[in-house]
Each structure stands twice: as structure tokens, then as C-alpha cells.
């Protein structure tokens, strides 16, 4: 299955087509084929997963063996390390000394040399290398440079092959009876199955030229599916805002892509780049531009502070649809393409060194500024996008302190609470006619959707990072990764302040949620009722993954008394060892558990729970209308209604000033200044020009251009009359000009 | 087998399409006398192509196939005509006259 990987996405692009063209005349309208084909996807990842968490327990003794199963035609550098392996592969010690005498003494080959030399010092898990799967087939050839397409496997897609199948298949569940009867259900299924396939061809991509394609076609799907209902305009208008705040993005993406072709030696495949980057014979300029431009890209796709706006507009569209954009498929892009060329931005951006690095920032500043405005919203569906967003920033600050693990494993245990809760909200509004304001309309609603609101609390407690459910270790992982409070050099202590903080929002934003949503009384006016069992059995399903998905990184020095086999099982098997990706010599390394700042963490998440929820239970007198009777809080309070006026400077300032302002204060500028020297000139020329007028250009010029206009015009009168509109005649014209021409011909090539 | 038969064929094929195409003044007919020219052009293909290799068959196949669709639009036009115009005579099409 491992050479064979790309079925699973073939499978799911199958689904898009027999939906599209069978669907409508199937039983069910066609969501039994987008399941079934899914369903064999998921099955399928998770042979895959099975038979990889199988090899990486194997050992190999070199990187030329761990890189056996890359095919030598797409990887350079696999191709060269099988033949400095020569004939001794196997040989672990000759195979190595091979590869070193080639010049391909990197730390892989040196520190192999010095763990075969000093024996015992080595632990044996820095003798594990990562065996990826590189498969595939010769796609076009252009410029002498042949491009591949096919897939590459290893820790990291086969987590997202996991992740995107399981989200996808609950959430096609759950669409058969959230869009039931829908004007477009066909339709809406068979976009579903290109979503899926999309993200997963993207996952499995071999090199980068692949991946934009998958990260387009991601970003059609999404677009084609946050205007599913496009009858209403705001819902289309979000569907364009997606599709073109993406686009800005992925002019750097391009860009990127393209730096980096050109300065890894004319590569596309990921495994070459990242080896030559890692090897440091990628200039560090050049590789710091390349970086800062697929940030660009980063920003756009995964939500990042002053691109993430469509964001929350994306909520226009279904839903599930909802749920598989912020879990499984398109925004987790970014976050997978930064992980997938790692060594690119940890060179690029000197992740290992102190100087504090543009992903940090970026990152930290979405996570808290993201959490902030989840606290205004009305709707449910936002809060859960802003807090999204919030966790989004999470990831690409931990992918910027290099902690590279913890980012990928809060990518897998956010995937799972956050499809819960999106499903939670969309059970929530299938009970209120398709409302999600949740301060107006909900309330109360405990009492009659019993397992709706056991999953969103589990799921929103997961999300708060309460112990010992999923979101308390990855969200622990990330804060210690930031390297607590003395860390060497202390650089990141900013990013660990902002990010307690963002968690302290996260957990409050969330009770306010649960708050508006579940207890006191009901504020709307219909009958709610629990949803159904393909409704509630996707939420029951993602909210015990809440709760377990945790357990699959439990750091070494806080295992309760689980078998150590289980610690940091995660790492071992998604973290990728090799010459292609940074290692001890880079400065790469792993956070330790840190029990005092789990312990601020966990308190932070209660706090953040029992503030609001004291609040709301009327124990904080004082905070009650603050922002109308405090100016400073009020002020604030306005700046998060109007979203950091971000929209508003995209609008009204930026597009509003190139239109208006700008243009006014041109012509502002183009009268007074330029109109006045010009004025100036042209009195002086104008005496001239009097005379020239009167003399020469009566005289001469309009002599000479009034009889050429004479001419033409009465030439004009006479051919107009060869224009009789006869089609006749001028097809007896042409003919008489092509006997005429061929004449010619014969007589000129007969002569 | 010598080709001058063919060219002459051809020939006499052509001039027959170009006076249709120039004198007849029903739209139909005009587009049957384009067809006879087109398949002038496709005997001295095939003629040609019987001496001197298969891409003048080749190329014979295209034209046969360009000419169908040539046909389509064509007659397609035509039909729009008459429904607008109730007639198809071409002496009457003049409103491009300059």
C-alpha cells in the first residue's frame, strides 16, 4: 500500500465524477457513492498508517538505505546516494564511509560514522533515520528539466492522509442529513469528494510544482463550496472574498516555488530541496526570500492576521463544509506546506538561532488577536472561525520556535475538536431553522439536545487545553516549545506571554459560547428538538477523539503510569530524520516537558472558564457593562466590532483610496503644480506658437494635411462604392485576384 | 495512370463551384457550389496523394471534415436569414453596403 498511496486520493476524485455524472439518478441522490469511495479512502490511510508506523520501528544503520525507497528518478539525491552506496548497501559502516567520500559528508554520514565510532554514547534513537516512500511517474518535459508527479510518503501525509479521510467521511455523514432535500445535493456531494481528493493529492504531493496544484485546487473547491447557496449575495460575495484574498497569497507561493527551483539547482522535488537547504548549499539570502514569500502564502490560505479575513466570511457556505475547511482540508495547507519544507524556513529564517524569526510573530500575533475578536461575535460559526484563526497562529508560532512536532500534533488534535464543534454549531442550527445567532435565537438548549451539548463540551474543553483531553498536550507541547520563561536566550518569551494569553481568550470566548448556546433559558422562537443519529454519531465519534487523540504524544517525563512505549509515540513516528531534514547540528531540537508551565497553562484554561462563567451567573457585578461605563473598555470593545477595521482599510482605505483620494489629490496635484510650471511654459510658447500657427502651420503643414485629407476623402467616396454589400461580388473580386495571383505565380515560378 | 485526368476533373469541378458561387443568387446553392469547390481541392489531394504519399489523403480527410462543419454553420445562418427575412436571395443581403 505504501508504493501505492495514490489510490486513496484517485478514489475520493472518482467519487467527484460518478457523483457528478450518475448522482442524481442513484438512490439517496448520490451521497452513497462519496461514501462508500471515502469510506475505501479511510480504510485505505489507515492500512497505510498501519504499515507505516511498522516501518518506522524498523532500524537502518544509513541514510543511503533509509533513503532505499525513494525513486532514484525524481530525487537527485536519492540517486546519488544509491550510487555512492554502490554495490555495499547493506554494509551499514562501508555504505557510509561511501557516501562521505562522494562529498556527501552530511551530519547524516558524520554522525553515523561517529555513532559507529563511539558505539554506546549514541542513544539509539539518533541512529533512526525516517524512511520516506518516493514514488513516481514522469509527467512533462520542458526546458531539458523533466517534471515528475507522484507521492511521497512518510510520517507527516500519512498523518494528514488520516486526518483528511476520517474528517471528510464524518462529514459526509453528517451532510446526508444537514443539506438533506438541498436544491443542489448532488452537486454539493460531488464537491465534497474533489474537496477531499484535492487535500489529499496536496498531502501526498512529491514536489512543490504538485503541490500548487493541489493548494489551487483546494482553493476552487473551497470557493465552489462557501457559495453553495450563491443565490444570496452576501454568500457569494464571501466565496469571491476566500477565493481572491487566496489569490494574493499565492502570488508568493508562486514566487517561492519559483526562487526556490531556481536556486536549489533547477529542483522541483521536495526531498532535493530540503536536503540542499538543509546542507546549507542554498544561499541563506535566497532562502530567506524564498521563505518570506511562501509565507505570503501561509498568511492567505491559513488565516494569518491581515489575511485571515475571509475567514470568518467563509462561514457563508454549509456548515460541514465548514467543518472540513478549518479541520481537515484548506486552511491546514499552510501550516502542512511550511512543515513540508522545513528545512527552507529553518534555514531561512535561522529558526535555531536567537534572533526572533517573521513566523513567530506572525503566528503569535494571529493566535491572540484572533482569540480577541472571538469574544464579540453574534454568530457561533464565527467564534468558532476567529478561534480557529486563534489556534491557526498557534501552529505557525510553534512552527517558528521549531517546535516542528508540536505544530503537526496540535494540527492533528485541533482537526478533531474543531470538526466537533463546527458539527456541534451545525447541529445546533439544524434545531433552529438554520440560525446561528446564537445570543438571539439559542439558549437553554441543554436540555433538548443532550448529546449535541455533551460533545460540544467536551470538544470546547479539549479546545481550553483542560487536562487530560487532547487540546492540554499539544497546546502544552507548542507553550513549551516557546521555551518558558528561562529559556536560553529568552527571545520567544514574548511569544509564550502572548500565547497564555491567547489561551486564557480561547477558554473564555469558548464558555461564552457554551453559555449563550446551551444554558440558561431559550431565547428563540422555535421548537428545538436533537438532531438525528447521522447528526449526533459524527459528533460522538470526533468527541472521543477529543478526548484520546492527546494520548498519542504523552512527553516522557509525564506518562501516569502509562508503559513508556507509549511516550512521544507521535514524534517517533511523523518526525522525519534525515539528511533532508534539520537535525542536533542545526540547532533542531525538543522541547522537555516543562510540569510548572503545564501547570500556568491548565490554570490559565480554568481561569478563563470560571471568569466568565462567574460573570454570567451575575458573581462579577463589576464587569457588568463595562465597556458602556469604562471609555478605555468601550473603545476596545468597538475596535473588536469592527474586527481591527481591517475589512475597512481593505474597502475603504485601500481600494477606496486608489479610487477617490488618490485620484482627486492626483489631479489636485496635476492643477496646481504641474499645471502651473506648465502654464508658465505656455504663455512663453504660446507667443511662439502664434506665429508658428499663422505662418508655418496655416500655411505648410494644413496645406500639406488638408489635401492628403482631400485625397483620402474623395479616394474614400469613390471606393465606398465597391462596397455594395453584394456578397457576390466580392466573392467574384477574390477570385479574380487569386486567378490573377496564381497567373503570377506561374508565369514568376514557371519562368 | 497519368494525373492530368485528375487535375482536369478538378478543374472543370472548380469552375463549375465558382460560377455557382458567383452567379446563383439562392444561399443554398451558393453553399452546395462551395462544397463542389472544396471537393476539387480534395480530388487534386487524393490525386496528388496517390503519387506522392498518404498526407494528401491525410489532408483530404481534414477538409471532408471541415466542410461538414462548414456546412452546419452555414446552413445554420442561412436558416436564421429566412426566419428574419422570409427569403434567402442574396441580391437582397445588402445592408453592408458602404
Redesign the interface.
Known sequence: MLHHVWIIPALCALSFVLTLMFGKRTPGRGHWIGITFVTAAFVLSLVTAGQWIQRSGDHVETQAQALADVDPSCSTTSAELAKSGGTDEGHGEKAAAGAADDGHSTEAAASEGEGHGAGAEKAEKEEHFSRPIVDCVHWFTSGGIDVTVGTMVDGQSVLMLVVVTLISLLVHVFSTDYVGGDRRYTHYFAFLSLFTASMLFFVLSENTLQMIVGWELVGVCSFALIGHWWEEKPNSDAALKAFITNRVGDIGLLVGVITLFFVSGSRFNILDINTAANEGSISHGMLRIASICLIAAVMSKSGQFILHTWLPDAMAGPTPVSALIHAATMVVAGIYMVARLYPVFFEGLQIGGSSVNLLVVVGSVTALFGALLGFVQKDIKKTLAYSTVSQLGFMVAALGVGAWTAALFHLFTHAMFKACLFLGAGSLSHANHHSFNMVDDMGGMRKVMPRTFATYVIAALSLCGIFPLAGFWSKDEILAGTGGWNYANGAYTFSMIMLLAAAFCTAAYMTRTVWYAFLGEYRGHHHPHESGPRITIPLIVLSVMAVIAGFANIPEGFRMGLPASWALKFEHIVEPVGIFFPGKEQGFTHAEFNGKLALVATLVGVLGIVIPLAFYYGKLPFLVNLSSRVKFFGFLKRILENKYYLDWLYTDVIVGFVKLPLAKATYWFNQNAIDGVVNGAGKSAAATGRWVYKYIDQGVVDGTVNTIGTVAGSSGEELRRSQTGHVQQYAALFFAAAALLAGVIVVVVGG | MLINQFLLLAAVLFSIG?YG???RRNGVL?LMSIELILNAVNINLVAFGAQHGVSGQVFALFVIAVAAAEVGVGLAIILLIYRNRHSID??E??????
Open positions: 465558382v458561387v458567383l452567379v451558393v442574396l441580391d443581403l445588402d445592408e453592408l453596403k458602404g
